[in-house]
């Protein structure tokens, strides 16, 4: 009984005190780059697209807790090990002299780097991702409070260097206290989200091998490379380092040289146009800011153009893989009385520079490395751009969920990717299979000569189980809407449906409005003016030059997206917004016509 008493109290004082080195690293990083300095530090914030929130945090701080409880429990076993003289540990420098002192400091350093590397590289392997890191990685956006979030088998591998290195050298207390220290604030500033290593610091002789905070921070989006603790070499003699590293490094510290618009426009530079089948396209923008990299497979951007003195907005899908490919690409159709898309297929050439604006949409898949899924991508002519980009994405970082593939086409010739779709379907037969279907065609080799119909659906549905089947479709309004008719009657549930549609020509209500007084928001500045009978919120502030947010203007993008707390308006079309953020008051204001005399709106 004295001896379990004895147990918890070390057990206690150990779990207090690991909290509290916790808490004295990890909080003040979080309160100054996170919270307090979150506008000042931006310029040196890793990741543009700020992706962790609330739910990141409180599941960092959880899992962190309870690893420093598995800490506390490996520490007391250590202690009591310590106690009875089995470790190597030892207080009187002049015992093995000061150089043994330095040098003994490096060798553990190198030893802990190197248990990392391998450990940390094995817990990727898909048999053990799940049990071991996935907590870890639960954030692609890494903050300070990621730096101990880990699961308890995790932790257990984690905490056995620093245990057992003074089994194997004799090594002062000294050494230990600073190897803590030196390792605490490394993984603190490994995932504090901001890069605190000056520019030029991956380029500096010897130092350049120590890993800044990019390093890191890119493993946790990327998942695959980027796998060292405190030193680059292991990455670079394995070939594990992402090629880009040192160029996102640089980039951060570049920003400032970046042209962007007021309104949120980049200036970015066209350098190649391909011919693509089908009157479609591609432009390639190379050398192109980390944001239009990191964006999330699906996703899109718009296009201004000015034509004939009057300036357009137009929304493209990105058809390149993000975090794999270093360059911009959006692959575009002509369509017919396409003004935009007929102009850039006519006058755009290498070298000009296009206004485009940042990837958004909620169209997209989020890769998990541990994910089991199966994806019917379903995909009809040109909408196959952002399918495209997804089933990239998913081959690239998710190698244990698999793809069905159904593309409509009107024949072979008109297919889009069709080589590349081919050489994918090759390269990874176990993992992606992909059904043609061609509307115009009799080509059983290529193809079915058909729609892809409900009877095909169900065919599949019944082949693959309804129950573990995530649904993405893409493609002309008609055809879009039918296939989502289609798979709920068939008892897909709509969490399992995500859609994006072209060419949007129904409205979803009866376009009758009024006029309304409207205040509205925008970041902490209300403006005032008169909305028009018969015209949406946007039109009407548009014309009396309110800086509404806006992209596509046709309820695709969701780049206007505003909450209406005051007054009723109803959307003309909503292509954009869930059911959930419909009932939480967002709106359209695109699409949305004044119902009441009084409006009143701001940014989410």
Same mark, same amino acid.
């Given at each position: 009984?004295?001896?379990?008493?004895?147990?918890?109290?070390?057990?206690?004082? @150990?779990?207090? $005190?690991?909290?509290?080195?916790?808490?004295?690293?990890?909080?003040?990083?979080?309160?100054?780059?996170?919270? =307090?300095?979150?506008?000042?530090?931006?310029? %040196? @914030? %890793?990741?543009?697209?700020?992706?962790?929130?609330?739910?990141?945090?409180?599941?960092?701080?959880?899992?962190?807790?309870?690893?420093?409880?598995?800490?506390?429990?490996?520490?007391?076993?250590?202690?009591?090990?310590?106690?009875?003289?089995?470790?190597?540990?030892?207080?009187?420098?002049?015992?093995?002299?000061?150089?043994?002192?330095? =040098?003994?400091?490096?060798?553990?350093?190198?030893?802990?780097?190197?248990?990392?590397?391998?450990?940390?590289?094995?817990?990727?392997?898909? @048999?053990?991702?799940?049990?071991?890191?996935?907590?870890?990685?639960?954030?692609?956006?890494?903050?300070?409070?990621?730096?101990?979030?880990?699961?308890?088998?995790?932790?257990?591998?984690?905490?056995?260097?620093?245990?057992?290195?003074?089994?194997?050298?004799?090594?002062?207390?000294?050494?230990?206290?600073?190897?803590?220290?030196?390792?605490?604030?490394?993984?603190?500033?490994?995932?504090?989200?901001?890069?605190?290593?000056?520019?030029?610091?991956?380029?500096?002789?010897?130092?350049?091998?120590?890993?800044?905070?990019?390093?890191?921070?890119?493993?946790?989006?990327?998942?695959?490379?980027?796998?060292?603790?405190?030193?680059?070499?292991?990455?670079?003699?394995?070939?594990?380092?992402?090629?880009?590293?040192?160029?996102?490094?640089?980039?951060?510290?570049?920003?400032?040289?970046?042209?962007?618009?007021?309104?949120?426009?980049?200036? /970015?530079?066209?350098?190649?146009?391909?011919?693509?089948?089908?009157?479609?396209?591609? %432009?390639?923008?190379?050398?192109?800011?980390?944001?239009?990299?990191?964006?999330?497979?699906?996703?899109?951007?718009?296009?201004?153009?000015?034509?004939?003195?009057?300036? /357009?907005?137009?929304?493209?899908?990105?058809?390149?893989?993000?975090?794999?490919?270093?360059?911009?690409?959006?692959?575009?159709?002509?369509?017919?009385?396409?003004?935009?898309?007929?102009?850039?297929?006519?006058?755009?050439?290498?070298?000009?520079?296009?206004?485009?604006?940042?990837?958004?949409?909620?169209?997209?898949?989020?890769?998990?490395?541990?994910?089991?899924?199966?994806?019917?991508?379903?995909?009809?002519?040109?909408?196959?751009?952002?399918?495209?980009?997804?089933?990239?994405?998913?081959?690239?970082?998710?190698?244990?969920?698999? %793809?069905?593939? /159904?593309?409509?086409?009107?024949?072979?010739?008109?297919?889009?990717?069709? $080589?590349?779709? #081919?050489?994918?379907?090759?390269?990874? #037969?176990?993992?992606?299979?992909?059904?043609?279907?061609?509307?115009?065609?009799?080509?059983?080799?290529?193809?079915?000569?058909?729609?892809?119909?409900?009877?095909?659906?169900?065919?599949?549905?019944?082949?693959?189980?309804?129950?573990?089947?995530?649904?993405?479709?893409?493609?002309?309004?008609?055809?879009?809407?039918?296939?989502?008719?289609?798979?709920?009657?068939?008892?897909?549930?709509?969490?399992?449906?995500?859609?994006?549609?072209?060419?949007?020509?129904?409205?979803?209500?009866?376009?009758?409005?009024?006029?309304?007084? =409207?205040?509205?928001?925008?970041?902490?500045?209300?403006?005032?003016?008169?909305?028009?009978?018969?015209?949406?919120?946007?039109?009407?502030?548009?014309?009396?030059?309110?800086?509404?947010?806006?992209? &596509?203007?046709?309820?695709?993008?969701? +780049?206007?997206?505003?909450? &209406?707390?005051?007054? @009723?308006?109803? +959307?003309?079309?909503?292509?954009?917004?869930?059911?959930?953020?419909?009932?939480?008051?967002?709106?359209?204001? &695109?699409?949305? /016509?004044?119902?009441?005399?009084?409006?009143?709106?701001?940014?989410?």
């Amino acid at each position: 009984m004295v001896n379990m008493t004895l147990f918890f109290e070390n057990l206690i004082a @150990r779990y207090s $005190e690991q909290m509290i080195w916790y808490a004295g690293f990890a909080f003040p990083f979080f309160f100054t780059f996170w919270i =307090v300095g979150k506008k000042y530090f931006k310029k %040196i @914030r %890793i990741q543009e697209t700020e992706r962790a929130n609330l739910h990141h945090f409180k599941h960092d701080l959880g899992f962190s807790a309870s690893t420093f409880l598995i800490f506390a429990i490996m520490d007391v076993g250590f202690l009591y090990l310590e106690s009875k003289g089995y470790t190597q540990i030892y207080f009187d420098v002049a015992e093995y002299g000061y150089l043994w002192l330095v =040098v003994s400091f490096f060798i553990a350093l190198f030893i802990d780097d190197m248990f990392f590397y391998w450990s940390h590289r094995a817990m990727h392997l898909p @048999r053990f991702y799940k049990f071991f890191h996935k907590v870890h990685h639960e954030s692609t956006d890494p903050s300070p409070l990621t730096a101990f979030a880990f699961h308890p088998s995790e932790a257990v591998i984690e905490q056995l260097m620093p245990l057992l290195v003074p089994f194997l050298l004799p090594l002062n207390f000294g050494v230990i206290l600073a190897w803590q220290v030196f390792s605490m604030l490394n993984n603190v500033v490994g995932h504090l989200g901001y890069e605190v290593y000056p520019k030029g610091w991956v380029k500096l002789p010897l130092l350049k091998f120590k890993t800044a905070s990019t390093h890191h921070n890119m493993h946790h989006q990327l998942f695959n490379g980027n796998y060292a603790l405190y030193f680059t070499w292991w990455d670079k003699w394995m070939g594990t380092e992402f090629k880009d590293y040192e160029t996102r490094h640089e980039q951060i510290f570049e920003r400032k040289n970046i042209k962007k618009s007021p309104e949120g426009f980049y200036s /970015l530079t066209v350098s190649a146009i391909r011919e693509e089948v089908n009157d479609a396209f591609t %432009i390639e923008f190379s050398n192109v800011p980390n944001i239009f990299r990191d964006f999330s497979a699906g996703q899109h951007v718009t296009i201004q153009v000015t034509i004939s003195g009057t300036t /357009l907005y137009r929304t493209f899908s990105i058809s390149s893989i993000p975090n794999v490919d270093t360059s911009l690409t959006l692959t575009i159709k002509k369509i017919k009385g396409g003004v935009v898309t007929h102009y850039l297929a006519a006058h755009l050439k290498v070298g000009d520079n296009v206004e485009v604006t940042a990837p958004s949409g909620q169209f997209y898949v989020k890769p998990e490395p541990a994910n089991e899924n199966h994806y019917v991508m379903i995909a009809g002519g040109s909408g196959i751009t952002p399918i495209y980009s997804m089933v990239g994405t998913i081959l690239r970082f998710e190698p244990k969920s698999k %793809i069905t593939l /159904l593309y409509a086409n009107r024949n072979t010739d008109s297919i889009i990717f069709k $080589e590349k779709i #081919a050489q994918w379907e090759k390269e990874h #037969a176990s993992q992606l299979e992909v059904k043609h279907y061609l509307s115009e065609e009799e080509n059983e080799k290529n193809g079915t000569k058909s729609y892809v119909t409900r009877i095909a659906l169900e065919e599949l549905i019944n082949q693959l189980g309804k129950n573990k089947l995530v649904f993405y479709v893409c493609g002309p309004e008609i055809m879009t809407n039918k296939l989502i008719d289609d798979l709920v009657y068939l008892g897909i549930a709509k969490d399992a449906i995500h859609k994006e549609l072209f060419l949007i020509s129904t409205p979803t209500e009866k376009s009758k409005s009024q006029s309304a007084h =409207v205040r509205a928001k925008l970041f902490g500045t209300t403006y005032e003016f008169e909305s028009k009978e018969g015209k949406t919120l946007l039109q009407s502030g548009l014309e009396q030059n309110i800086p509404l947010p806006f992209s &596509c203007q046709n309820g695709l993008c969701g +780049m206007c997206k505003m909450t &209406c707390t005051e007054g @009723r308006v109803i +959307m003309k079309s909503n292509q954009a917004l869930s059911e959930s953020e419909i009932k939480a008051g967002y709106v359209l204001t &695109c699409q949305s /016509l004044p119902q009441s005399n009084k409006i009143y709106i701001k940014n989410p």
